[in-house]
């Protein structure tokens, strides 16, 4: 529900939040579109390919945008949970996490269709519904225990998705066949997932992928952990430094072994995006929070006060429709007005909100 508050805000993980919604909601397509108007050649080609996802194994610029949200929704729960835990207690937590899961759940459908072609063809796992779970989840694990515990949970939820994919056999391709249809991850949203799946017959946001979700809410949540601890803040900012490159280090280490794979979320892929993660949340700290240097941020702070608001406007369709009823279907050449527009839309809307003090959330 929309409410307004007054309450101080950690403005570099808002910042942080709006940077990473900014590249969903639309500014690779008009960055890809500027540059292909205005200066097309071989080092732009370079630029655009990092703002695609990799077909299947591999890693570029794109692939941190989802991961990154699902991390900084731990960064998030870290911060607000212990608050509503000590002023509802355990039960009331749990209902806002299962609650709160119900609802991204709820919301995921509607963005994918609804039932717009039907009950068979429901798209029932997907972006939000993974951040809905995933964060959940971790929130309650994060009840229990301590920073040792959760780190332990990570540790499994890695190692054990990797042990299943590579030791459990796949009919007609045995186990560790890691290729797009031949491993376990596919082949379990094959047989148990229902509805539409984005992929054909599976998704890459389907049922065991969901275990190293978990991990990458879980690495948001100790990172928040850190941040909000009573460290020293040159400290905070190092140990995130630290941690990102020695997560990074590991993932690709991992690489050889179990390849960094966003479609299945690899327990390779989680260390990457997690150790990218912990860098940009700790350069944003420094610049934000600790040195105050906060102006250049203000277009980001208004997107990330209301992210799945605004997602869930533009999975609708809705700056995208209204910019074609400003500027119609461009050609081509002109492609590149329709997406300034739509994304300047969105623009609008996310600073009307923030300037009236609105946050909305789930």
Same mark, same amino acid.
């Given at each position: 529900?929309?409410?307004?508050?007054?309450?101080?805000?950690?403005?570099?993980?808002?910042?942080?939040?709006?940077?990473?919604?900014?590249?969903?909601?639309?500014?690779?397509?008009?960055?890809?579109?500027?540059?292909?108007?205005?200066?097309?050649?071989?080092?732009?080609?370079?630029?655009?390919?990092?703002?695609?996802?990799?077909?299947?194994?591999?890693?570029?610029?794109?692939?941190?945008?989802?991961?990154?949200?699902?991390?900084?929704?731990?960064?998030?729960?870290?911060?607000?949970?212990?608050?509503?835990?000590? #002023?509802?207690?355990?039960? &009331?937590?749990?209902?806002? @996490?299962? +609650?709160?899961? !119900?609802? $991204?759940? %709820?919301?995921? *459908?509607?963005?994918?269709?609804?039932?717009?072609?039907?009950?068979?063809?429901?798209?029932?796992?997907?972006?939000?519904?993974?951040?809905?779970?995933?964060?959940?989840?971790?929130?309650?694990?994060?009840?229990?225990?301590?920073? #040792?515990?959760?780190?332990? &949970?990570?540790?499994?939820? @890695?190692? +054990?998705?990797? !042990?299943? $994919?590579? %030791?459990?056999? *796949?009919?007609?391709?045995?186990?560790?066949?890691?290729?797009?249809?031949?491993?376990?991850?596919?082949?379990?949203?094959?047989?148990?997932?229902?509805?539409?799946?984005?992929?054909?017959?599976?998704?890459?946001?389907?049922?065991?992928?969901?275990?190293?979700?978990?991990?990458?809410?879980? @690495?948001?949540?100790?990172?928040?952990?850190?941040?909000?601890?009573?460290?020293?803040?040159?400290?905070?900012?190092?140990?995130?430094?630290?941690?990102?490159?020695?997560?990074?280090?590991?993932?690709?280490?991992?690489?050889?072994?179990?390849?960094?794979?966003?479609?299945?979320?690899?327990?390779?892929?989680?260390?990457?995006?997690?150790?990218?993660?912990?860098? @940009?949340?700790?350069?944003?700290?420094?610049?934000?929070?600790?040195?105050?240097?906060?102006?250049?941020?203000?277009?980001?702070?208004?997107?990330?006060?209301?992210?799945?608001?605004?997602?869930?406007?533009?999975?609708?369709?809705?700056?995208?429709?209204?910019?074609?009823?400003?500027?119609?279907?461009?050609?081509?050449?002109?492609?590149?007005?329709?997406?300034?527009?739509?994304?300047?839309?969105?623009?609008?809307?996310?600073?009307?909100?923030?300037?009236?003090?609105?946050?909305?959330?789930?």
């Amino acid at each position: 529900m929309a409410q307004t508050t007054s309450s101080q805000r950690l403005v570099s993980l808002d910042a942080l939040r709006g940077f990473d919604m900014c590249w969903i909601l639309g500014l690779g397509g008009v960055l890809q579109a500027l540059m292909n108007r205005l200066a097309p050649g071989s080092s732009v080609t370079t630029i655009s390919t990092q703002l695609e996802h990799v077909d299947w194994a591999g890693f570029r610029f794109y692939d941190i945008i989802f991961p990154l949200f699902l991390f900084i929704a731990g960064v998030s729960m870290a911060i607000a949970l212990p608050r509503r835990l000590e #002023r509802e207690g355990h039960a &009331a937590a749990i209902r806002h @996490l299962v +609650g709160r899961a !119900l609802i $991204l759940v %709820l919301l995921g *459908v509607l963005i994918s269709g609804g039932l717009k072609d039907g009950w068979d063809k429901i798209r029932w796992l997907g972006v939000l519904q993974r951040i809905g779970i995933a964060s959940a989840v971790a929130g309650m694990l994060s009840l229990w225990l301590g920073w #040792r515990g959760l780190l332990i &949970a990570v540790v499994t939820l @890695l190692g +054990g998705y990797c !042990l299943l $994919l590579s %030791l459990v056999p *796949v009919p007609g391709f045995g186990a560790g066949d890691f290729a797009e249809g031949h491993n376990l991850t596919n082949y379990l949203d094959s047989i148990w997932l229902p509805g539409r799946k984005h992929d054909g017959d599976h998704d890459p946001e389907g049922i065991l992928s969901t275990l190293p979700a978990i991990a990458t809410a879980l @690495l948001g949540l100790l990172a928040g952990k850190w941040i909000t601890s009573g460290a020293a803040a040159p400290r905070k900012v190092l140990g995130l430094i630290v941690a990102g490159v020695v997560m990074l280090a590991l993932g690709w280490c991992w690489h050889p072994f179990f390849p960094i794979i966003k479609k299945l979320w690899s327990s390779s892929f989680v260390l990457v995006a997690g150790g990218w993660s912990a860098l @940009l949340l700790g350069i944003f700290y420094w610049i934000v929070d600790v040195r105050g240097w906060k102006r250049w941020t203000t277009l980001f702070v208004w997107v990330g006060a209301n992210p799945i608001t605004l997602y869930i406007l533009s999975g609708l369709g809705l700056f995208r429709t209204i910019s074609e009823r400003l500027v119609g279907h461009p050609g081509k050449e002109w492609a590149w007005l329709a997406s300034c527009v739509t994304f300047a839309l969105m623009l609008m809307l996310a600073r009307w909100l923030s300037k009236r003090g609105l946050f909305i959330k789930v």
